[in-house]
Each structure stands twice: as C-alpha cells, then as structure tokens.
C-alpha cells in the first residue's frame, strides 16, 4: 500500500481532459513538501512531467499541468492523445518516513 | 551525452549478496544527490535510498525495508554510484533504476524529485 493514492485507473477518449489525483497526509504533501508527476511510457523507464507541483521541464507538452491543495495534488492531460497512453507516479517527500514516496501509479487509457 | 547507466544485476538465492553500480556521465556527478528507485515486476515505484552530493557530505537516506541490509554509496573520483544489497529477500525483486536530483540534497526546499533516471538493471532473488 503506497503513502501516496492515486487511482488506479482513467480513460478519455482522444481529445478530453482527464485528471489524476494524489493524495497524501500531513507528513508530505499537507507538510508543504513538493508534488512531482512522471510518465513512463510502456517498456521505459520513467521520465520527468512536472516538477514542484506545477512546473513542467523543457520539452513536455503544456497539454499537462499540475496542481496542489491541502494534502492532495492532481495532474491534468488537457486534449488526450494516443502517446499519453502511459503509467503516471506522483511523488513527494515524507517527514515520517524521512525520504521519498511515491503514489501507486495510475494507468491513462485512450479510448 | 547526459546519461545514467546501472550494471551488477542478476540472479540471486534468497540470503545472498549483490553490488549493483550506476556510472554518470555528462554531468558534475559530485555536485548532486543520486537515488535508487525500484520496481517490481508489473508494480509502482518504491524509493530505495538516497545519498547526497559533496555539499551534504554524503548523508545517506534508506527505505524501511531495506534498512541495515542495503548500503548506498558513491565514488565522485569515478562517477559511480554504488547499491550493497545483502540478506536480499524474494521481495526485492525488482528492475532498480539509479536516479539523479537537481540539487545536493534530496531534502532541499520543499523536496527533491528526479531529473535523469537510469535505464535500470534487473534483481531477482529465487531459489
């Protein structure tokens, strides 16, 4: 069971907005710690989506964002396309725990 | 090229040892913390360990479940970062990745998160 829950599962059909939450506690997201999104595509290994709840690094396409409140966070597929097909983690901090943890990851499926 | 790759991993007996390495390239390796992030077959991520850059003099960081069995380690004079896995259990089966941070400590700010990930190297542990 991860500190981190996210669901397992979101579909879209090509063209919609999908979200993703995750949701933690007060000892890492309510804690003020960062949320960081990654994608891993099937076969890869992960890669970096947005960075400090709502940055996204060069390269990734501004159809993602992220967003933060409280103890949760969500990220958003804006526009779905066939490539985002993909596991999605969120990850952050825990004081508890004293290092990283990660949400169970969450699987977007283009309809 | 910018650039992490992972070797050491294999097959393993339930109690045995293994050294798994990580060799950076493209990057002041001694400048940032390294990780190792692993993932068990069709499962999430599960964070390992984490070793800081030179500016936070090496402190390290474990996970729960592999304290007092796994050691992280790193050599700047080689840029290679280093996972000692001993008493290893079924459970740490796992593709593990090597990981780096943008900063030299993965507590910097509100938290650190990966930057550059590994291709990984597979540990099985079976009888």
């Known amino acids: 069971q991860s500190v981190l829950t996210q669901p397992p599962s979101v579909s879209g059909a090509p063209g919609q907005r999908v979200t993703i939450s995750c949701t933690g506690s007060?000892?890492?997201?309510?804690?003020?710690?960062?949320v960081h999104w990654y994608q891993q595509l099937p076969g890869a290994a992960p890669q970096l989506l947005i960075s400090?709840?709502?940055n996204r690094p060069s390269g990734v396409p501004d159809r993602f964002s992220g967003s933060k409140s409280g103890t949760s966070a969500s990220l958003a597929i804006t526009g779905l396309q066939a490539e985002d097909e993909a596991h999605y983690y969120c990850?952050?901090?825990?004081?508890?725990?004293?290092?990283?943890?990660f949400g169970g990851g969450t699987k977007v499926t283009v309809l | 090229e910018v650039q992490l790759v992972e070797s050491g991993g294999g097959l393993v007996q339930p109690g045995g040892s293994l050294r798994l390495s990580c060799g950076a390239s493209?990057?002041?390796?001694?400048?940032?913390?390294m990780s190792w992030v692993r993932q068990a077959p069709g499962k999430g991520l599960e964070w390992v360990s984490s070793?800081?850059?030179?500016?936070?003099?090496?402190?390290?960081y474990y996970a729960d479940s592999v304290m007092g069995r796994f050691t992280i380690s790193r050599d700047n004079s080689k840029n290679t970062l280093y996972l000692q896995m001993r008493s290893l259990r079924v459970e740490d089966t796992a593709l593990y990745y090597c990981?780096?941070?943008?900063?030299?400590?993965?507590?910097?700010?509100?938290?650190?998160?990966?930057?550059?990930w590994g291709r990984g190297t597979l540990v099985t542990v079976s009888s």
């Open positions: 990981a780096k941070a943008p900063y030299y400590d993965i507590l910097i700010g509100q938290g650190a998160y990966v930057d550059l």
């Open positions: 007060s000892s890492n997201i309510g804690a003020d710690y960062d």
């Open positions: 493209g990057f002041t390796f001694n400048i940032y913390a």
């Open positions: 990850q952050s901090y825990d004081s508890t725990l004293n290092g990283w943890v």
């Open positions: 400090a709840n709502t």
């Open positions: 070793i800081s850059g030179a500016a936070g003099g090496g402190r390290t």
